[in-house]
Nanobody
Framework: QVQLVESGGGLVQPGGPLRLSCAAS????????MGWYRQAPGKQRDIVAS???????NYADSVKGRFTISRDNAKNTVYLQMNSLKPEDTAVYYC???????????????WGQGTQVTVSS
């Protein structure tokens, strides 16, 4: 069984930094694109950033220049460094990964459980 486990959410003041981590655990799998989504109360879940296995990155316009996505392939982990946080960044952040199961010959998207990020003074 493959799982994504997130950590690093919490309460931060406007202008402050926060770093999220997401690690994939299990066996018999390989990871392709990893990414982060977020969902604010009453709103749809939107993409924040993504990174391919080769390191190509994409960002939502609202976070460009403030957020940085990275990954450690040896640790099956993706990170989201968030700087200059704004109240409008408040949301539940979800990690996602396209994972190929070598035991099932199956490619599908996995999701983490979500971690709350609150930006408030």
């Amino acid at each position: 069984q493959v799982q994504l486990v997130e950590s690093g959410g919490g309460l931060v003041q406007p202008g402050g930094p926060l770093r999220l981590s997401c690690a994939a655990s299990g066996s018999n799998f390989g990871i392709r694109t990893m990414g982060w989504y977020r969902q604010a109360p009453g709103k749809q879940r939107d993409i924040v950033a993504s990174i391919t296995s080769g390191g190509s990155k994409n960002y939502a316009d609202s976070v460009k220049g403030r957020f940085t996505i990275s990954r450690d392939n040896a640790k099956n982990t993706v990170y989201l460094q968030m700087n200059s946080l704004k109240p409008e960044d408040t949301a539940v952040y979800y990690c996602t990964a396209q994972i190929f199961r070598t035991d099932r010959l199956e490619l599908r998207t996995y999701w983490g459980q979500g971690t709350q990020v609150t930006v408030s003074s």
